[in-house]
């Protein structure tokens, strides 16, 4: 079983990418499950509903908690209910083999401390280069999240950026926490027009991408170790 953690599964570029994702593993044979801390079901891709309802492979969790009070703390409050979204995957699911995760680092920390599943982190960017810091206070405030954020990398089993610019941006950002250079995936996962399936002796989990074409392509490769996830060409 495959597990993805997102924060929110509404509509957005995010979002896209981690539905196509689900979509190429379930053409390949996989089983996979979506944990997130908010699906509305009046405002979603269609492909998370099963005649008009959630589809049983989307599982809220932490639904309740606040992402933000008077738009404020959300990077705190939203790790907090993607981390408990995250501990009620790790429960629920046997046999979880891999655990992508999207966005949010602090769900990367509980997969590690609870659970021996194969971790990998799509980053879209750093968020500690996105984060505001016009005063001392908001500086200060910032601190204890890069330092887990680059802590969290460095759990990782395998990161996943989408461009040559973010992987440059995450090797300075997180340099002193991993230096290992981070896959890139580019074009992202777009029409999928085949599945080419390929076994050897080995259990591992490959987006192979064609960026010549409009086409993606997923490839199954099995190895005697855990499964993980990462692209090649």
Request: hydrophobic share 45%.
């Amino acid at each position: 079983m495959i597990g993805i953690v997102h924060p929110d599964l509404g509509i957005g570029g995010a979002e896209r990418l981690v539905l196509d994702v689900v979509s190429c593993l379930q053409l390949s044979g996989e089983e996979v499950c979506v944990y997130t801390g908010h699906h509305d079901e009046s405002h979603c891709f269609k492909e998370t509903l099963s005649f008009g309802k959630r589809a049983a492979w989307v599982h809220v969790r932490g639904g309740w908690f606040p992402c933000s009070v008077l738009g404020y703390f959300r990077v705190l409050l939203t790790n907090i209910r993607c981390a408990w979204a995250t501990i009620c995957m790790l429960a629920e699911v046997k046999q979880l083999d891999t655990v992508i995760i999207d966005q949010v680092f602090l769900p990367v920390i509980v997969c590690r401390v609870f659970s021996t599943a194969k971790i990998v982190f799509y980053c879209h960017f750093p968020d500690k280069l996105l984060a505001r810091r016009a005063s001392l206070l908001r500086k200060m405030y910032r601190l204890p999240f890069d330092a887990l954020e680059g802590f969290a990398m460095s759990l990782t089993d395998k990161v996943v950026v989408n461009s040559d610019f973010t992987s440059t941006a995450y090797a300075s950002s997180f340099g002193r926490w991993d230096d290992v250079v981070p896959f890139v995936l580019y074009p992202t996962i777009g029409n999928i027009s085949s599945i080419s399936v390929k076994r050897f002796q080995l259990s591992t989990l490959f987006l192979d991408l064609n960026s010549a074409h409009t086409a993606s392509f997923v490839s199954k490769v099995y190895w005697k170790s855990p499964t993980f996830f990462f692209p090649f060409n």
